[in-house]
């Protein structure tokens, strides 16, 4: 089985945990048998590969995104990158010329879409082998899965079958409603729509050929940024005649606000938190290395990190993303392929930073050209390249690069320093790469 997966967002409606970087598929908030804590996007990577072993999957998404699947999923995992956002139908589109021009996928093979972050249990995923077979069957040119509604919501559009068995022809799509119309919907048989597409590979590259005027990986990424921005729904399901719905009545959660998020929390509390017997239906979160004490809160979620702090009715939870809109603040915290790094201390003319390698990985070769740099090693062993010139590096040794100098970090065990930037401009755009010295 071909799966796309398709990993967006913003991170609004999770904040202070997500942020423009580490969107809600990246927080780790789930427990695992060993007492570890998963993310959306390793939960489910996870129950693909125990649901589906022999599935090629193949991860698009945002450049933004790159380093925290690499860093969560490790360097194997396929991603196809998206030069910047231009809505679904282009992000489908150049993923589907990546397996035909780069992965050597025919146009004849059957691949499914969904997004990465479900909420869900190991029958979904066997679903999405029913309907990638289903696809592949030739019935239809579009298959989609619905989702058997659970309330009459308003944050999903909907689907309406013609009938009532499993797979049905498709008679109509409905729009996000408000609640009397979902209802209304419901009544008539609707699913909700989950973002679930299955198609043979050659009928989406001929969409992209109708639409853009070509198909070829090379062509759409080189103009991706001139390419239409438009959903898969509106340029491809919505105007397909030979379409058809398989149902799937099994645990499906759109995990996109504290309110839904909490529910699936294996526990009240993760990090350093304190609460008395008064306190009802709590959740708190925190990244801080400082204790949350909650005293006599009820229906309350409780979020701290890096970003800011959070405390919230959950009800009133899901109302948090204009509020946030006007927060124009540093990223403090980003998971990278090689690591992460903490914001620990911003001034105008410096930055401090703890940077945490993991054993074996190491920075870009790479310079800065309005900012001199400073590491101390605080634990671990690696190795630092400046200029081309390379040291052993422990626990107390201190770095130092001029704006222009050529550096790098290797990390033997796993590393951590603090960086501090000394600078009258530093910005996250103040990077050249190079090629590292051999």
């Not at 289903?134 to 013609?162: D, F």
Request: negative net charge.
């Amino acid at each position: 089985m071909n799966l796309i997966l398709l990993s967006g967002g913003s991170g609004k409606r999770l904040w202070p945990l997500s942020n423009d970087i580490r969107s809600k598929q990246f927080i780790k908030l789930f427990r695992r048998e060993d007492g570890s804590y998963e993310s959306m996007v390793q939960r489910v990577y996870r129950q693909i590969t125990e649901t589906a072993p022999g599935a090629e999957v193949t991860i698009a998404t945002s450049r933004s995104q790159v380093s925290a699947i690499r860093n969560q999923l490790g360097e194997a995992v396929h991603v196809c990158v998206e030069p910047c956002r231009r809505d679904t139908f282009p992000a489908i589109a150049l993923a589907c010329a990546y397996l035909r021009d780069i992965k050597g996928v025919p146009r004849e093979e059957a691949v499914v879409v969904c997004p990465v972050d479900p909420y869900v249990n190991n029958d979904y995923f066997e679903a999405l082998g029913k309907l990638w077979r289903l696809a592949g069957e030739n019935r239809s040119n579009l298959a989609l899965m619905g989702i058997e509604p659970t309330y009459p919501s308003e944050k999903y559009g909907y689907i309406i079958p013609e009938g009532t068995d499993c797979v049905s022809r498709v008679k109509t799509f409905k729009e996000k409603p408000d609640e009397a119309a979902a209802r209304e919907y419901i009544r008539q048989g609707a699913l909700w729509n989950g973002g679930v597409f299955a198609f043979r590979l050659g009928y989406v590259l001929d969409r992209a050929e109708e639409l853009f005027g070509f198909c070829d990986y090379d062509r759409i990424y080189g103009e991706y940024e001139n390419l239409k921005k438009i959903s898969f729904d509106y340029a491809v399901a919505e105007k397909e005649s030979s379409i058809e719905v398989m149902r799937f009545g099994g645990q499906w959660k759109d995990l996109g606000t504290w309110n839904t998020l909490t529910e699936e929390m294996s526990e009240p509390s993760i990090g350093q938190v304190l609460y008395n017997d008064t306190c009802e239906n709590l959740h708190v979160i925190n990244e801080l290395n400082v204790p949350v004490l909650c005293m006599g809160l009820k229906d309350v979620v409780v979020s701290a990190s890096a970003e800011g702090i959070l405390v919230s009715d959950k009800d009133q939870s899901s109302y948090i993303k204009p509020f946030v809109d006007t927060i124009d603040q540093q990223v403090m915290f980003a998971e990278k392929s090689w690591g992460s790094f903490k914001v620990l201390d911003v001034e105008e003319e410096s930055m401090t930073i703890k940077v945490t390698l993991n054993a074996g990985h190491r920075m870009n070769y790479h310079s800065h050209a309005n900012r001199d740099e400073v590491w101390t090693v605080i634990s671990g062993r690696g190795r630092t390249v400046v200029d081309g010139m390379e040291e052993i590096v422990e626990p107390g040794d201190v770095v130092t690069m001029q704006a222009g100098c050529r550096h790098t970090v290797i990390a033997e065990t796993e590393l951590k320093l603090i960086e501090v930037q000394l600078g009258r401009e530093i910005s996250v755009h103040d990077k050249q790469k190079y090629q590292f010295p051999t």
